[in-house]
Nanobody, 125 residues
Framework: QVQLVESGGGLVQAGGSLRLSCAASGRTFVSYAMGWFRQAPGKEREFVAAISSSGGTTNYADSVKGRFTISRDNALNTVYLQMNALKPEDTAVYYC??????????????????WGQGTQVTVSS
């Protein structure tokens, strides 16, 4: 069993920055890729970023490429999402998730088997 707990969300003005953290329980964290997704009201959950088990491979959605950075610290069982140059359209609940695999594959919800409870990010214009 894996438990994921996100933190770091909040209210920020457009152009600002936030760093999300996701703390994972369990010894299997280091063996699996991790991802961040987001869901805005009335919309489907969408892929944001993913990182391989070693941290050597990262993938990003086109909408956040160049602004967001995913990283992980396997010694702390934690994955991060640094979000810069935030836009109002980034407003959503952000979820971290554990992949079924060591390397990110298809950026889809079905690739992930454990999810956190989510943290709200609101960007004001």
């Amino acid at each position: 069993q894996v438990q994921l707990v996100e933190s770091g969300g909040g209210l920020v003005q457009a152009g600002g920055s936030l760093r999300l953290s996701c703390a994972a329980s369990g010894r299997t964290f280091v063996s699996y890729a991790m991802g961040w997704f987001r869901q805005a009201p009335g919309k489907e959950r969408e892929f944001v970023a993913a990182i391989s088990s070693s941290g050597g491979t990262t993938n990003y959605a086109d909408s956040v490429k160049g602004r967001f950075t995913i990283s992980r610290d396997n010694a702390l069982n934690t994955v991060y999402l640094q979000m810069n140059a935030l836009k109002p359209e980034d407003t959503a609940v952000y979820y971290c998730a554990k992949s079924r695999y060591a390397v990110p594959g298809v950026p889809a919800v079905r690739e992930y088997d454990y999810w956190g409870q989510g943290t709200q990010v609101t960007v004001s214009s």
